[in-house]
């Protein structure tokens, strides 16, 4: 199964330290060696890699994992083939326009027997049930709300919806961003861990990586990150439910569904 890492802060950070110990679970601590992705927002643009090379091998994970670019929202992915061949098309996240902006998502599961009908505003580059799936999403978006991007509690109840619709054909894990928020949908395994003041450190799962949060950030920080199983093994994560969406806003969750609501709390960090 994939593997999928998101970062949603209040302050442009970096996610060295996290996906550090996320890349090791593209072929050297895990199975996952069928290609990776990652995307930064930056503003209006989103700054992506993409490579079908396993991540503990890539040249190009290299260069993330030492580059320390600043972000409000990254969506990452480590990729083990179910549907569509090893190829850089096929390779997450996937990347489309909507309401003049740029939304990303990447996917985890199965999907059997999906198949929804495309009117043309969207169309897969590649074969597999993941890219299909953003598609059916943003098309259903568009036609939905032809006259621009609703409010965020109409557009959160209506992604809820949607991922609904398509988690009935089986295994839909994903995390979604237009680069103001972070949405994350658990239909398995999903976790997130929000680290503000008083700050801490942390210690990799899969590398041998220490840092100490307390001399890279300001008591204003907040970031949340999630992640498919926990990065760290000394912190704790809060397991997110399965069959629950939810919505990270400046480093916190702010809702969740079905039943759940998060206030959100004032707060700022700079790695991550």
């Not at 593997?3 to 601590?29: E, H, K, V, W």
């Not at 027997?113 to 799936?133: I, W």
């Not at 949908?185 to 220490?210: E, G």
């Not at 949060?213 to 994560?237: H, K, M």
Request: aromatic share 10%; net charge negative; charged share 20%.
């Amino acid at each position: 199964m994939c593997q999928l890492l998101g970062m949603n802060c209040n302050t442009p950070t970096d996610i060295c330290f996290s996906f550090a110990g996320f890349q090791a679970r593209g072929g050297l601590t895990d199975v996952h060696g069928d290609g990776w992705g990652i995307a930064f927002f930056e503003g209006r643009g989103v700054r992506v890699f993409l490579d079908p090379k396993a991540s503990s091998a890539s040249p190009v994970a290299e260069l993330v994992r030492n580059y320390p670019i600043h972000s409000l929202n990254v969506i990452a992915h480590i990729r083990k083939a179910t549907h569509g061949v090893v190829t850089l098309e096929n390779t997450h996240p996937f990347q489309r326009e909507l309401w003049g902006r740029y939304w990303v998502f990447a996917h985890n599961g199965h999907l059997k027997g999906f198949q929804p009908t495309l009117y043309g505003e969207f169309r897969p580059v590649g074969q597999t049930d993941s890219e299909l799936a953003f598609c059916h999403l943003m098309e259903t978006l568009r036609r939905r709300f032809p006259d621009g991007e609703p409010a965020r509690d109409t557009l959160f109840a209506t992604v809820r919806e949607i991922a609904a619709e398509i988690g009935s054909f089986g295994e839909f894990n994903f995390l979604l961003s237009n680069g103001t928020c972070l949405f994350a949908h658990c239909a398995t395994r999903l976790s997130y861990i929000v680290r503000k003041a008083p700050f801490a450190s942390a210690h990799l799962k899969d590398q041998d990586i220490t840092v100490d949060f307390t001399e890279l950030t300001t008591p204003g920080d907040r970031v949340a990150v999630v992640a498919t199983t926990p990065l760290t093994d000394n912190e704790e994560w809060t397991p997110i439910a399965p069959g629950t969406l939810m919505l990270f806003v400046d480093g916190a969750p702010v809702d969740a569904g079905p039943a759940s609501t998060f206030a959100l709390v004032e707060s700022r960090p700079t790695a991550s």
